[in-house]
């Protein structure tokens, strides 16, 4: 059997040396189209650094990086922390890896930039698959909103992209609003469960359900799996509730077991189904078109909130106003109103 080949040494010393170092646009790019890996790391970084001339730079190479078609599959994972994301991701990643493709992950987790400390995408989770030179792991970039987290991996899937790394997959936890930032940038939607006591439907976000082009149970395994097999039934019965997606795709209840490797290279088939079934019916492209121009639109919600928090003026006009509903002199509606008419005339 072939060894598997660790990160050279000498790219770790690499990304190290460039952390400072100035690079121009046409080096990046031309690195990233030449997949390296540390060059790739460096246009990340810019991409999420706060200063502006970095994320100039970034954005300078995401435009030439556009020109690149590719062929990716977009792949969504949620799950509450504990159901084996990452358990998931090291084996589907490895299975792929091993099936000649190339595997970038990704990962959305706005509790990172609250406890400092991504719990998401980090190397230490995914052993064997941090080392495999056919794979690149970034964690969540950090941020004060989850908008602007969710941003910086939608940029950084089109640099792996140009990079040719045919599989993105992108990690989120299964808590608060990020499932939904996620489903807005994947093409599959998948989410991760584990099989309970009979309680399987309770504290699912019916949201969440909806969103789910598949539910795979993991863990089924050993004692498990007599568990696993009513999940599946009572989540299969749950999801025919739904009405059908526009695309005509029907969701899927599946079993896996991360750990065991059963069940993994399946998902991939269904997953390879569906983008087989949707691109027939044209709906894979309609589908990343309108992301595209919602991506948009979220942008330009972002930047412009930004442009007024960032004004003086902003600031004061919003103070008064805020003491003004302290006293109970003004109703919050009118004094909204009042704040946006001052401010948009004094632009
Ligand atoms: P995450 O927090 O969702 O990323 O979950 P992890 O991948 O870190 O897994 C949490 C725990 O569940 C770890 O102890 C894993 O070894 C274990 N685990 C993950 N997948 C499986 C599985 O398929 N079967 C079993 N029996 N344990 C698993």
């Given at each position: ?6 990160t050279?040494p ?7 040396a460039l952390?400072k170092q100035?690079?121009?646009v046409e080096?990046?790019?031309k690195?990233?189209?030449n997949?390296?890996k540390?060059l790739?790391?460096?246009?990340i970084?810019?991409?999420?650094s706060?200063k502006?001339e ?5 954005n300078?190479?995401?435009e030439?990086?556009l ?7 977009r792949?969504?994972?949620?799950g ?6 990452s358990s998931?991701i090291?084996?589907?990643?490895t299975?792929?890896t ?5 595997v970038?992950?990704l990962a959305?987790d706005?509790?990172s ?14 052993q064997?698959?941090?080392?495999d030179?056919?794979?690149f792991i970034r ?6 909103s989850?908008g602007?987290v969710?941003q910086k ?13 045919d ?5 989120t936890?299964?808590?608060g ?5 996620v489903?807005?940038m994947?093409?599959?939607f998948?989410?991760l ?12 976000k019916?949201?969440i359900?909806?969103m ?5 149970i993991?863990?089924?395994d ?6 696993a097999?009513?999940?599946e039934?009572e989540?299969?019965?749950a ?6 997606k526009k ?6 209840v ?5 750990t065991?490797?059963?069940?993994i ?11 087989a ?5 044209g ?8 992301q ?5 639109l ?5 930047h412009?909130k930004?442009f007024?928090?960032?004004k003086e ?7 008064k106003?805020?003491s ?5 002199e003004?109703s ?16």
């Amino acid at each position: 059997m072939a060894t598997k080949k660790t990160t050279p040494p000498d790219t770790v010393s690499k990304i190290k040396a460039l952390r400072k170092q100035e690079i121009s646009v046409e080096a990046l790019t031309k690195g990233i189209f030449n997949n390296d890996k540390a060059l790739l790391a460096k246009a990340i970084t810019l991409l999420e650094s706060t200063k502006a001339e970095h994320y100039e730079k970034a954005n300078a190479v995401i435009e030439e990086c556009l020109s690149v078609p590719n062929n990716s599959i977009r792949l969504g994972i949620t799950g509450v922390p504990g159901v084996g994301k990452s358990s998931f991701i090291e084996t589907l990643g490895t299975t792929l890896t091993s099936m000649g493709k190339k595997v970038a992950v990704l990962a959305v987790d706005p509790t990172s930039s609250l406890s400092k400390g991504s719990i998401l995408g980090d190397k230490t989770r995914m052993q064997t698959l941090s080392k495999d030179p056919n794979a690149f792991i970034r964690p969540s970039p950090s941020g004060n909103s989850l908008g602007g987290v969710a941003q910086k991996t939608r940029e950084s899937i089109m640099l792996c992209e140009a990079a040719g790394y045919d599989v993105i997959l992108v990690e989120t936890v299964g808590v608060g609003q990020s499932e939904i930032a996620v489903h807005s940038m994947v093409d599959f939607f998948l989410l991760l469960k584990l099989s309970g006591a009979g309680d399987e439907l309770q504290g699912i976000k019916r949201g969440i359900m909806e969103m789910a082009d598949a539910i795979a149970i993991n863990k089924a395994d050993g004692t498990n799996l007599e568990r696993a097999k009513l999940a599946e039934t009572e989540f299969s019965r749950a999801l025919h509730l739904y009405p059908p997606k526009k695309n005509g795709w029907v969701p899927k209840v599946v079993r896996c077991s991360a750990t065991e490797n059963t069940g993994i290279r399946e998902i991939w088939e269904m997953v390879e189904d569906f983008v087989a079934q949707n691109k027939e019916n044209g709906h894979f492209e309609k589908n990343r078109k309108t992301q595209n121009k919602n991506w948009f639109l979220q942008t330009v919600d972002e930047h412009l909130k930004q442009f007024f928090h960032q004004k003086e003026s902003f600031k004061k006009e919003q103070a008064k106003m805020l003491s003004a509903i302290e006293k109970n002199e003004i109703s919050p509606f009118y004094a909204a109103k009042l704040l946006l008419d001052k401010i948009t005339k004094k632009l």
